[in-house]
C-alpha cells in the first residue's frame, strides 16, 4: 500500500502524514519533488546551500527527500538524460543524510522565505477548465510574481507581460468561477480568489 503526496523542501505541509504512514507500514511517493522546478531553476544566491560542488540546487533537493526514510520514491520530471545522471548522482554521497542534516536543511529553507506557505507547483491538475481558461499557467505566473518580489502596484503590468502575446483580457473573462479547478488542485491553494484578483488588476467585473 502506497499514498501519493505533494512534498519537497519548500512545501512540507505532509511532514507530519508522511511520518504516520510510515508508522503504519504505508509506503510514501513524492510528486513535485522539486517545487515545481523552482529547486532545480532556482539561481537565488539564499539557496547557495542547496548546491555540492559544482551541482545545482535540484542536489541538495533530492537528498533532502532521500534522507527521509519514511519516503519510498519521488517522481521527477526529465526533460533530458543529463538530468537523470545528474539525480543519480546527487544520492551517491548517502552516508551523509542523517536526521541532523534533514533538520539543517529545513531550518536553512526556513530562513530563505522565498515563497511561504502553499503554492503553485505547476502540476497541471486544474488546466481542464470547461470555459477554456488555463488555471495552470496563470497560477504559475500569480506564484513568479511573488518569487521575484514584484511591487505590489505592479500586477496589471506583470500580467501583460507574462500574456506579452495573448489577448489575457479575454481568456481570464471566459472563466467562470465555477471552482473546478480548486477541486482538482493538490495543494488545496484559493485559485479563484487569486483570479478574482487579476481580473480586479485587469479592470474585469467578478463573475456572478
Known sequence: MAATVSYNLMNRAEEDNIA????????????????????????????AFLR??????????????HA?????????GFRAVAEVDQAV??????????????Q???????AVKLIEGQFCTGCGYCKECPAGFNPSTY???????VRYGVA?????????????HQDI??????????????KECPQHLPIVEQIRKGKQALGISAAR
Request: aromatic fraction near 6%; glycine fraction near 12%.
Open 20 to 47: 504516520y504512514a510510515a508508522k503504519h507500514g504505508v509506503g510514501i511517493v513524492v510528486m513535485n519533488p522539486l517545487a515545481g522546478g523552482i529547486l532545480a531553476l532556482a539561481g537565488d544566491p539564499s539557496l
Open 52 to 65: 555540492s560542488g559544482n551541482t545545482g540546487p535540484g542536489d541538495g533537493a533530492l537528498r533532502f527527500l
Open 68 to 76: 527521509n526514510p519514511a519516503i519510498t520514491t519521488a517522481i521527477v
Open 89 to 102: 548522482a546527487s544520492l551517491d554521497r548517502t552516508g551523509e543524510l542523517t536526521e541532523t542534516w534533514r
Open 104 to 110: 539543517e536543511m529545513m531550518r536553512r529553507m526556513d
Open 139 to 145: 497560477m504559475q505566473h500569480m506564484r513568479d510574481f
Open 152 to 164: 505590489p502596484g505592479r500586477l496589471t503590468e506583470w500580467i501583460h507581460s507574462r500574456y506579452a
Open 169 to 182: 483580457v479575454a481568456e481570464i473573462s471566459h472563466c467562470t468561477e465555477c471552482g473546478r479547478c480548486e
